[in-house]
């Protein structure tokens, strides 16, 4: 793994997000651009999606900065549709809204992509590592050097 110009590790598992352009992004999976593609349609390309998405994870595994990036590519989609198309598609009446919400109650609920707590890392480490790094955490926090908006 090579350190890029910009300060960014490059894994061989897969391409960064700015060597491709924006048109070659839409067209890998051959996604509909105009109209919606009928409900059988989306979920074989969805189908697709999480096999290409668990064929990236596999070639990168052991590789933890590429599957952090991984990760954090996932999220940003997640955001990306969340704030984009799907507040747009969003009901403008009751009736609408209460079968939307019934639908994400049915469906198993509101999607989440849960973020990895520190104490998830410090399980992994033996106590002797888990108590040195606590001991340097708290003494980081506790002169201030801390960074809450991160």
């Not at 997000?17 to 070659?24: F, I, L, N, V």
């Amino acid at each position: 793994m090579a350190e890029s110009q910009n300060g960014h590790f490059e894994s061989k598992c897969f391409e960064p997000e700015s060597s491709k352009p924006k048109d070659a992004e839409q067209n890998d999976l051959n996604l509909p651009t105009a109209a919606p593609a009928p409900q059988e349609e989306q979920a074989d390309l969805l189908n697709e999606l999480a096999v290409l998405v668990r064929t990236i994870a596999r070639q990168c595994e052991g590789d933890e900065i590429a599957l952090l990036s991984l990760l954090r590519q996932l999220e940003a989609l997640h955001r990306e549709v969340c704030d984009g198309e799907f507040q747009s598609a969003l009901p403008e009446n009751r009736q609408a809204l209460y079968a939307l919400l019934r639908d994400i109650e049915a469906g198993g609920g509101w999607p989440y992509i849960p973020r990895m707590k520190l104490q998830g890392f410090l399980k992994r480490l033996p106590v002797a590592d888990q108590d040195a790094i606590t001991q340097i955490l708290e003494s980081s926090l506790s002169s201030g050097n801390h960074h809450p908006h991160r």
